[in-house]
Structures are given as structure tokens and as C-alpha cells.
């Protein structure tokens, strides 16, 4: 187009013009590899877990599936599920497979953690994964009464709940709370090193033991639990959360 005889202000509308095209042009290309991709897309998991696929499971298989979930979580290849149709389709029922009790810390996603999705675990959440009678009878609610078949308790590396503990925090009902980490702090007696909350290696020893204690305690003050896990129907387990690699160390 000549422009020679043109006024400036004829110019740049020409110039938006042209440019609203190209905007629009550049605007349906991404709608159309917006729509190929979410083609792509396709949730691999719609329906939640039923009863029946529930009564096929055992504790020991219910514990390889947590760790086959973990490492796709490590992997960045979590399972596609579509939460919409599995939120309607749990309205009316739940029936999962095990209860995991962890800390309250926003770094442990735990249905992602072992590639859950909605309905497959009941999640318990108090600082330092410690015990309750509440929290006790959650447990004995999932697995007496709801049929789940897995008891995990999940510690964490850099648990800011132990360290309060091991610094002898005196705050309130945080001190109620860490007073119960206590007898695992004073269980580590054959450490060489300093046995600070700076020291990663004493804290690393400190959850750990934490962990297992309140794995004991559960069989000790839940005769319900205990009784389940002697006849085979549960399992009470420990496991170590690394929050560098994502992955859980089962003990």
C-alpha cells in the first residue's frame, strides 16, 4: 500500500490494525495447541476405590503399592486421576486402604507423596506425629470400622516439631505436645556427637526414634489395633520421610 500521501494518524491505525491480526492469528494458535494438549491429557484414574477391590488387598500389598506410588512421586510421574469424577463418586462412601499419621509440616503432600488419589488413604496430622487418644481413636475407626488394613506412621527429616522438642521449647500446649518426643530424645544414649537440634545427625536419630515409639505405643494402648494386627488383618508400620529426595524409607 502507498503511504506517501498518507496523514501519521491514518498510519497508525493501519498499524494497530495489522497488528490486532497478528494478535488474533497468534491467539488461535495457542487455543488450538492448548486444546491438542489437553487432548493429550487424559486422566488415567476416574472411580475410587471399591469395597471389593479393597477385600483383595493385604497389608504386604498395600505397602508395595505405597512404595511403587513413592516412586513415582520421585520421578515427577504421578498418576493422571480426575479429582471432579472421583469427588462424586465418594459422596455416598470411602473405603480406603490404609490411615497414615504424619506431621502437620506443608512439605509432605502425602497423597502425592505415594501417588494417592481421593478416597484411597485416611491422612492424620499432628506436629511430630505424635499420639493422642483422638488420634488413636481415628486409627481404630479406620481400620475396626471403616476396614482399612495399613497403620503407618510417618516421620520426617528436619522435623521443626522435633527440634522444639530437643530445644526444650516451654510454650504453652506446644510444651503438652513435645513433652510426648521426649522419651525418644532420651532414648539416643550411645551418640558420640552433640546432641543438639542443630546437630542433623542426633535430629535424623531423634525422629527416627520417635517413629518407632509411637509405632509401640499404638500396639500398647489399642488393644483393638493390637488384637487386629496378631490375627493378620492390619499391619502397624514406621517410615522415614527424606525431604531432599522425596522418597520414604520404610522401617
Known sequence: MPTKNLKPGYLVLVSLLFAACEAGTSNTKYLEEDKILNEKIVPLVEKVLSPEERSQLTPDKIIAELKAGNERFMRNNLTARNHSKQIREAVYGQFPKAIVLTCIDSRIPVEDVFDRG?????????????????????????????????????????????????????LGNITTMTSKIQPAIESITDFEGKKSSVNPEFVELVVKSNTDKTVNNIREKSPILKQMEDNGEIKIAGAYYDLNEGQVLFR
Open 118 to 170: 481421593i478416597g484411597d488413604i485416611f491422612v492424620a496430622r499432628v506436629g511430630g506425629n505424635v499420639l493422642s487418644e483422638d488420634i488413636l481413636g481415628s486409627m481404630e475407626y479406620a481400620c475396626k470400622v471403616a476396614g482399612a488394613k495399613l497403620v503407618l506412621v510417618l516421620g520426617h527429616e528436619h522435623c521443626e516439631t522435633i527440634l522444639s522438642a530437643i530445644d526444650g521449647i516451654d
